[in-house]
C-alpha cells in the first residue's frame, strides 16, 4: 500500500524558501503521479503542483509559478517542492498526494488514492 510522508515545513519571513519533501514507499515512485496541494485555515485544499508519471511534465498553480519548484527522485523514492520568494498568502499545510496512473497528473484532490499527514509552512511578513 502506497503510503506517503511530507516533511521540510517550518516557519519564514517573506521572500525566504524552503524545500519540501514527500517520501514514498508501497510501490515504485515511477508509475505515481504525485501532487502537493495545501490547506490554509478556513479554506479550502488547493492544487499547488503535481508531476506526472515518468516525469513527463510538470504543473503549476498561477499562484506559485515562477517561484516553486517541483522535482522528483524516483531511485530514492521522494518528491520535492522547492519553495522561494515565500509570501505571507503561501502560509498552510501542505500535502502530497499520490496515484498509481498514466495519465497526466491534476490538481483536483479526488483525482488521488493516497496523501500525507502534511506540514506545516508559516510565512510570516
Known amino acids: 500500500q502506497l503510503q506517503l510522508q511530507e516533511s521540510g515545513g517550518g516557519s519564514v519571513e517573506a521572500g525566504g524558501s524552503l524545500t519540501l519533501s514527500c517520501s514514498f514507499s508501497?510501490?515504485?515512485?515511477?508509475?505515481?503521479?504525485i501532487g502537493w496541494f495545501r490547506q490554509a485555515p478556513g479554506k479550502n485544499r488547493e492544487g499547488v503542483s503535481c508531476?506526472?508519471?515518468?516525469?513527463?511534465?510538470?504543473f503549476y498553480a498561477d499562484s506559485v509559478a515562477g517561484r516553486f519548484t517541483i522535482s522528483r527522485d524516483n531511485a530514492n523514492g521522494s518528491v520535492t517542492l522547492q519553495m522561494t520568494n515565500l509570501k505571507t498568502e503561501d502560509t498552510a499545510i501542505y500535502y502530497c498526494?499520490?496515484?498509481?496512473?498514466?495519465?497526466?497528473?491534476?490538481?483536483?484532490?479526488?483525482?488521488?488514492?493516497?496523501w500525507g499527514q502534511g506540514t506545516q509552512v508559516t510565512v510570516s511578513s
Open positions: 508501497g510501490g515504485r515512485l515511477d508509475n505515481y503521479a
Open positions: 508531476i506526472t508519471y515518468g516525469d513527463l511534465k510538470k
Open positions: 498526494e499520490g496515484r498509481q496512473t498514466s495519465f497526466p497528473c491534476s490538481q483536483v484532490d479526488s483525482f488521488y488514492a493516497s
